[in-house]
């Protein structure tokens, strides 16, 4: 009786193509399964703090912008932000300090040297659930950074970082790009800027094709309806690379 099977020429190059194919799809794997992390931490970092925020509005009675961003007879806007920041910290369960090792990066990656003021890009409280978190009192705004799965990574605005604000309602208010601007637009708004100044957060930005050091400062809106910021046909989460 006459036998069939594969020479090890054959073999070889089925181990080949199935390594190739292997090599192709786990990379697109991995990545969705990140993202998904992500994007269930986002939703409860979310909640966590519109409930933060909810159970200092009752504390005071509402109007936490009112309460708390007013100039006093010294000129000072936030002469009670010592006040609000313990106030708040009291509602989260506060383990310790956030510490990063490495820098951040914006949105598109084309910097590891990320910069936002409203809201620190480098949240420095840390949380039992392992979160990091920071308040902060600046551009007539009650300003909060999240870091949704703390110092581990990825570390980039916009997908493990995300910055919010609360609104005239006392309601958690998610940051959202008003604009693109190009170097070109940058540079004639602001011919005189330093490298620290608004002009690298202009606009809130949140765009691949944005190279500003604050690019995903305007990113947790689209984060939550999940909508890509670039092409409203596809989702927020699906999209980062």
């Known amino acids: ?138 551009g007539y705004q009650i300003n909060l950074s999240i870091d949704v799965n703390g110092t581990k990574g990825p570390n980039i605005l916009g997908y493990d970082i995300f910055f919010f604000d609360i609104d005239e309602k006392d309601r958690l208010h998610p940051k959202q790009a008003i604009g693109y601007y190009s170097e070109e637009e940058l540079e004639q708004l602001f011919p005189d800027a330093s490298d620290g100044s608004v002009a690298v957060q202009y606009g809130d930005p949140c765009s691949i094709n944005s190279t500003q050091r604050g690019n995903g400062l305007g990113c947790a809106y689209y984060a939550l309806i999940d909508k890509n910021p670039d092409d409203e046909t596809k989702g927020y989460w699906e999209s980062l690379r």
């Open 1 to 138: 009786m006459r036998k069939f099977g594969f020479t090890l020429a054959e073999v070889l190059i089925t181990l080949g193509i199935i390594g190739v194919v292997a090599a192709m799809t786990m990379p697109v794997l991995i990545n969705n399964v990140r993202n998904k992390q992500l994007e269930t931490a986002f939703k409860g970092a979310y909640s966590i703090l519109s409930q933060a925020v909810q159970q200092v509005a009752n504390d005071e009675g509402g109007n936490l912008k009112k309460t708390y961003i007013v100039q006093s007879d010294s000129g000072d806007w936030y002469p009670s932000q010592k006040l609000f920041y313990e106030n708040f910290y009291s509602k989260l369960k506060i383990a310790g300090t956030c510490t990063y090792t490495g820098n951040i990066r914006n949105y598109s990656k084309t910097t590891d040297n990320a910069y936002i003021d409203r809201g620190v890009a480098k949240p420095d409280k840390a949380l039992s659930n392992g979160m990091c978190f920071n308040v902060f009192l600046n």
